[in-house]
Protein backbone atom coordinates (compact mmCIF):
# COMPACT_ATOMS: atom_id res chain seq x y z
CA UNK A 1 0.00 0.00 0.00
CA UNK A 2 1.60 3.02 -1.28
CA UNK A 3 -0.33 5.55 1.16
CA UNK A 4 -2.13 7.22 -2.39
CA UNK A 5 -5.82 6.67 -2.50
CA UNK A 6 -7.68 7.29 -5.79
CA UNK A 7 -11.46 6.78 -6.31
CA UNK A 8 -13.56 5.28 -8.36
CA UNK A 9 -11.91 2.18 -8.54
CA UNK A 10 -14.16 1.53 -11.89
CA UNK A 11 -16.00 3.73 -14.12
CA UNK A 12 -17.63 2.71 -17.01
CA UNK A 13 -19.74 6.36 -18.59
CA UNK A 14 -20.73 6.72 -21.84
CA UNK A 15 -19.36 8.87 -25.19
CA UNK A 16 -19.78 12.50 -24.31
CA UNK A 17 -20.34 12.51 -20.93
CA UNK A 18 -18.55 14.31 -18.08
CA UNK A 19 -16.30 12.20 -15.13
CA UNK A 20 -14.42 13.36 -12.14
CA UNK A 21 -11.55 10.79 -10.87
CA UNK A 22 -10.43 11.71 -7.08
CA UNK A 23 -6.70 11.20 -5.42
CA UNK A 24 -5.92 11.80 -2.03
CA UNK A 25 -1.80 12.01 -1.56
CA UNK A 26 0.43 10.54 1.04
CA UNK A 27 0.28 12.05 4.13
CA UNK A 28 2.22 15.31 4.03
CA UNK A 29 2.89 14.80 0.15
CA UNK A 30 2.55 18.47 -1.78
CA UNK A 31 2.97 17.54 -5.49
CA UNK A 32 0.31 15.09 -6.86
CA UNK A 33 0.76 13.75 -10.81
CA UNK A 34 -1.60 12.32 -12.89
CA UNK A 35 -0.47 9.78 -15.73
CA UNK A 36 -2.76 8.12 -18.12
CA UNK A 37 -2.19 4.27 -19.06
CA UNK A 38 -3.64 2.68 -22.27
CA UNK A 39 -3.10 -0.36 -24.15
CA UNK A 40 -1.32 1.23 -27.15
CA UNK A 41 0.56 4.52 -25.44
CA UNK A 42 1.67 3.21 -22.58
CA UNK A 43 1.82 5.22 -19.13
CA UNK A 44 2.05 8.93 -20.14
CA UNK A 45 2.27 11.71 -18.19
CA UNK A 46 -0.47 14.34 -18.17
CA UNK A 47 -0.23 16.92 -15.54
CA UNK A 48 1.74 17.88 -11.92
CA UNK A 49 0.22 20.25 -9.06
CA UNK A 50 2.41 21.45 -6.62
CA UNK A 51 0.62 22.79 -3.31
CA UNK A 52 -2.85 23.83 -5.45
CA UNK A 53 -0.47 25.29 -8.27
CA UNK A 54 -0.01 23.37 -11.79
CA UNK A 55 3.85 22.87 -11.88
CA UNK A 56 3.90 21.32 -15.43
CA UNK A 57 1.53 19.69 -18.18
CA UNK A 58 2.44 16.49 -20.17
CA UNK A 59 -0.01 15.28 -22.92
CA UNK A 60 -3.22 16.48 -21.20
CA UNK A 61 -6.33 17.31 -23.58
CA UNK A 62 -8.08 20.30 -23.90
CA UNK A 63 -10.94 18.35 -23.11
CA UNK A 64 -9.02 17.21 -19.55
CA UNK A 65 -8.52 19.42 -16.30
CA UNK A 66 -7.06 19.29 -13.08
CA UNK A 67 -6.87 20.71 -9.81
CA UNK A 68 -5.29 20.87 -6.47
CA UNK A 69 -7.60 21.78 -3.58
CA UNK A 70 -6.28 23.09 -0.18
CA UNK A 71 -6.42 19.68 1.69
CA UNK A 72 -3.84 18.80 -1.15
CA UNK A 73 -6.31 16.45 -3.08
CA UNK A 74 -6.74 16.65 -6.46
CA UNK A 75 -9.79 15.99 -8.80
CA UNK A 76 -8.91 14.78 -12.55
CA UNK A 77 -12.41 16.40 -15.20
CA UNK A 78 -12.45 14.44 -18.39
CA UNK A 79 -15.32 15.87 -20.40
CA UNK A 80 -16.72 14.97 -23.64
CA UNK A 81 -15.46 11.67 -23.13
CA UNK A 82 -14.52 9.89 -26.47
CA UNK A 83 -14.00 5.85 -26.86
CA UNK A 84 -10.00 6.49 -27.19
CA UNK A 85 -10.34 7.82 -23.57
CA UNK A 86 -10.61 4.14 -21.93
CA UNK A 87 -7.76 3.84 -19.99
CA UNK A 88 -6.10 3.54 -16.27
CA UNK A 89 -5.48 6.52 -14.70
CA UNK A 90 -3.21 6.83 -12.29
CA UNK A 91 -2.21 9.42 -9.30
CA UNK A 92 1.51 9.72 -7.85
CA UNK A 93 2.23 11.88 -4.64
CA UNK A 94 5.92 12.84 -3.78
CA UNK A 95 6.93 15.39 -1.05
CA UNK A 96 8.33 17.83 -3.49
CA UNK A 97 9.12 18.25 -6.82
CA UNK A 98 12.12 15.53 -8.95
CA UNK A 99 11.36 13.22 -5.84
CA UNK A 100 10.11 9.97 -5.79
CA UNK A 101 6.99 9.20 -6.50
CA UNK A 102 4.11 6.83 -5.05
CA UNK A 103 1.38 5.53 -7.00
CA UNK A 104 -2.25 4.99 -6.12
CA UNK A 105 -3.95 1.81 -7.48
CA UNK A 106 -5.46 3.92 -10.47
CA UNK A 107 -8.86 4.39 -11.65
CA UNK A 108 -10.18 2.02 -14.87
CA UNK A 109 -12.54 4.19 -17.09
CA UNK A 110 -14.57 2.61 -19.23
CA UNK A 111 -16.31 4.47 -22.34
CA UNK A 112 -19.14 3.01 -24.12
CA UNK B 1 14.28 14.44 -23.39
CA UNK B 2 16.13 11.39 -22.26
CA UNK B 3 14.87 7.95 -23.96
CA UNK B 4 15.40 4.54 -22.30
CA UNK B 5 15.81 1.06 -23.78
CA UNK B 6 14.79 -2.03 -22.27
CA UNK B 7 15.06 -5.68 -23.37
CA UNK B 8 10.90 -6.45 -24.04
CA UNK B 9 11.11 -9.66 -21.97
CA UNK B 10 13.01 -11.55 -19.80
CA UNK B 11 12.73 -15.10 -17.70
CA UNK B 12 14.18 -16.12 -14.72
CA UNK B 13 14.21 -19.49 -12.45
CA UNK B 14 12.58 -18.75 -9.02
CA UNK B 15 15.58 -18.26 -6.32
CA UNK B 16 17.93 -17.26 -8.89
CA UNK B 17 19.20 -13.17 -9.53
CA UNK B 18 16.96 -11.67 -11.85
CA UNK B 19 19.64 -8.93 -13.56
CA UNK B 20 17.35 -5.90 -15.44
CA UNK B 21 19.56 -3.55 -18.02
CA UNK B 22 18.52 -0.60 -18.98
CA UNK B 23 19.97 1.41 -21.43
CA UNK B 24 19.59 5.61 -21.11
CA UNK B 25 22.58 6.79 -23.36
CA UNK B 26 21.23 10.45 -23.30
CA UNK B 27 20.68 11.10 -19.34
CA UNK B 28 21.47 14.32 -18.24
CA UNK B 29 23.92 15.01 -15.20
CA UNK B 30 21.10 15.86 -13.48
CA UNK B 31 18.69 13.07 -13.59
CA UNK B 32 18.04 10.61 -11.44
CA UNK B 33 17.88 6.33 -12.98
CA UNK B 34 14.42 5.07 -11.14
CA UNK B 35 12.70 1.70 -11.93
CA UNK B 36 9.08 1.17 -11.48
CA UNK B 37 7.51 -2.40 -11.42
CA UNK B 38 3.49 -2.91 -12.14
CA UNK B 39 1.95 -6.20 -11.77
CA UNK B 40 -1.17 -6.66 -13.59
CA UNK B 41 -2.91 -3.35 -14.05
CA UNK B 42 -1.82 -2.34 -9.99
CA UNK B 43 -0.12 1.26 -9.50
CA UNK B 44 3.38 1.08 -10.53
CA UNK B 45 5.31 0.24 -7.50
CA UNK B 46 8.48 2.06 -6.75
CA UNK B 47 11.51 0.24 -6.30
CA UNK B 48 14.83 2.50 -6.24
CA UNK B 49 16.71 5.05 -7.84
CA UNK B 50 20.01 6.34 -8.08
CA UNK B 51 21.93 9.25 -9.61
CA UNK B 52 25.72 7.42 -9.77
CA UNK B 53 26.20 5.69 -7.04
CA UNK B 54 25.42 2.31 -6.64
CA UNK B 55 22.41 1.91 -4.26
CA UNK B 56 20.70 -1.12 -2.37
CA UNK B 57 17.56 -1.22 -0.53
CA UNK B 58 15.11 -4.10 0.84
CA UNK B 59 13.97 -4.89 -2.51
CA UNK B 60 16.79 -4.39 -5.08
CA UNK B 61 20.43 -3.13 -6.13
CA UNK B 62 20.77 -0.63 -8.62
CA UNK B 63 24.05 -0.87 -10.47
CA UNK B 64 24.87 2.05 -12.68
CA UNK B 65 27.70 2.43 -15.28
CA UNK B 66 30.64 4.66 -14.55
CA UNK B 67 30.15 7.03 -17.84
CA UNK B 68 25.53 6.93 -16.58
CA UNK B 69 24.42 5.40 -19.71
CA UNK B 70 23.55 2.08 -18.45
CA UNK B 71 21.94 0.74 -15.56
CA UNK B 72 20.97 -2.43 -13.98
CA UNK B 73 18.45 -3.58 -11.64
CA UNK B 74 19.37 -6.90 -9.86
CA UNK B 75 16.78 -9.11 -8.13
CA UNK B 76 18.81 -11.00 -5.81
CA UNK B 77 17.01 -14.09 -5.10
CA UNK B 78 13.28 -13.70 -7.51
CA UNK B 79 10.31 -14.92 -6.32
CA UNK B 80 7.30 -15.64 -8.51
CA UNK B 81 5.68 -12.60 -6.77
CA UNK B 82 8.45 -11.07 -9.34
CA UNK B 83 6.68 -11.60 -11.83
CA UNK B 84 5.81 -8.20 -13.40
CA UNK B 85 6.81 -5.08 -15.89
CA UNK B 86 9.56 -3.63 -14.75
CA UNK B 87 9.77 0.07 -16.45
CA UNK B 88 13.52 2.02 -16.11
CA UNK B 89 12.78 5.62 -15.85
CA UNK B 90 14.41 8.73 -15.27
CA UNK B 91 13.61 12.20 -13.48
CA UNK B 92 15.30 15.23 -12.73
CA UNK B 93 17.04 15.36 -9.38
CA UNK B 94 15.10 17.53 -6.38
CA UNK B 95 15.26 21.34 -7.00
CA UNK B 96 14.25 21.49 -10.17
CA UNK B 97 10.51 22.94 -11.18
CA UNK B 98 9.00 19.64 -11.81
CA UNK B 99 9.81 15.53 -11.74
CA UNK B 100 7.22 13.94 -14.30
CA UNK B 101 8.28 10.59 -15.07
CA UNK B 102 8.52 9.14 -18.75
CA UNK B 103 8.02 5.45 -18.71
CA UNK B 104 9.10 3.66 -21.77
CA UNK B 105 7.50 -0.25 -22.89
CA UNK B 106 9.41 -1.80 -20.14
CA UNK B 107 10.67 -5.23 -19.55
CA UNK B 108 8.03 -7.90 -18.48
CA UNK B 109 10.21 -10.11 -15.96
CA UNK B 110 8.55 -13.45 -15.58
CA UNK B 111 10.20 -15.72 -12.97
CA UNK B 112 9.24 -19.38 -13.63
CA UNK B 113 9.19 -22.10 -10.96
Known amino acids: DSGVTQTPKHLITATGQRVTLRCSPRSGDLSVYWYQQSLDQGLQFLIQ???????AKGNILERFSAQQFPDLHSELNLSSLELGDSALYFC???????????FGPGTRLLVL | DAKTTQPPSMDCAEGRAANLPCNHSTISGNEYVYWYRQIHSQGPQYIIH???NNETNEMASLIITEDRKSSTLILPHATLRDTAVYYCTWGYAGGTSYGKLTFGQGTILTVHP
Open chain 1, 49 to 55: YYNGEER
Open chain 2, 50 to 52: GLK
Open chain 1, 92 to 102: ASSVGFGETQY
